[in-house]
T-cell receptor
Framework: QQPVQSPQAVILREGEDAVINCSSS?????VHWYRQKHGEAPVFLMI?????EQKGHDKISASFNEKKQQSSLYLTASQLSYSGTYFC???????????FGAGTRLTVKP | DAGVIQSPRHEVTEMGQEVTLRCKPI?????LFWYRQTMMRGLELLIY????????DSGMPEDRFSAKMPNASFSTLKIQPSEPRDSAVYFC????????????FGSGTRLTVV
């Protein structure tokens, strides 16, 4: 029931790009993306609702392929502040609750 | 708005003791969720409420866990008796509704059972 995220971890240099993937075995209504820094709570980044929808948040954007039940988070020109663990959360068509993936640990180095 | 408020921030207790975690959601948010986070299992949904009514408690690990929401501004998660394997960070989150709104998480309660 939990979505599957990949990769588990990414190490970048400042200015490099990264892609984090999220896939589900269930038909999805929405996909959420959150970032959690060490010792803090997850913070909401964005939500995608429709098939093929894309959204942007500064230099962080995401896409949602409803048919494939997949979403990807794109981080471009990464900054040190992007470091943290990124979680996707999925709401399926038949449920009102959200299940989280295992997370992707992103480390951005100078 | 002060956001989702959880208390206490840290709790250390001895095995067998009762533990009560508290949460105040954002005013106007109809949904409240309790999650548990551990290294091994990640973020697990324990239970969620809609308009103070428990909707799905299938994630509650055992009968030792119980949750209540007596009114729109307060919820508790109780563990009785506590065990070392209950050690985790417990998050409360709230949302205006599901299907289109992000969740706002509280700062969490780090529970250590010794």
């Amino acid at each position: 029931q939990q979505p599957v995220q990949s990769p588990q971890a990414v190490i970048l240099r400042e200015g490099e790009d990264a892609v984090i993937n999220c896939s589900s075995s269930k038909a999805l209504y929405s996909v959420h993306w959150y970032r959690q820094k060490h010792g803090e709570a997850p913070v909401f980044l964005m939500i995608l609702l429709k098939g093929g929808e894309q959204k942007g948040h500064d230099k962080i954007s995401a896409s949602f392929n409803e048919k494939k039940q997949q979403s990807s988070l794109y981080l471009t020109a990464s900054q040190l502040s992007y470091s943290g663990t990124y979680f996707c959360g999925t709401e399926s068509i038949n449920n009102n609750d959200m299940r989280f993936g295992a997370g992707t640990r992103l480390t951005v180095k100078p | 708005d002060a956001g989702v408020i959880q208390s206490p921030r840290h709790e250390v207790t001895e095995m067998g003791q009762e533990v009560t975690l508290r949460c105040k959601p954002i005013s106007g948010h109809d949904y409240l969720f309790w999650y548990r986070q551990t290294m091994m299992r990640g973020l697990e949904l324990l239970i969620y409420f809609n308009n103070n009514v428990p909707i799905d408690d299938s994630g509650m690990p055992e009968d030792r866990f119980s949750a209540k929401m007596p009114n729109a501004s307060f919820s508790t998660l109780k563990i009785q008796p506590s065990e070392p394997r209950d050690s985790a960070v417990y998050f409360c989150a709230s949302s205006p509704r599901t299907g289109g709104y992000g969740y706002t998480f509280g700062s969490g309660t780090r529970l250590t059972v010794v």
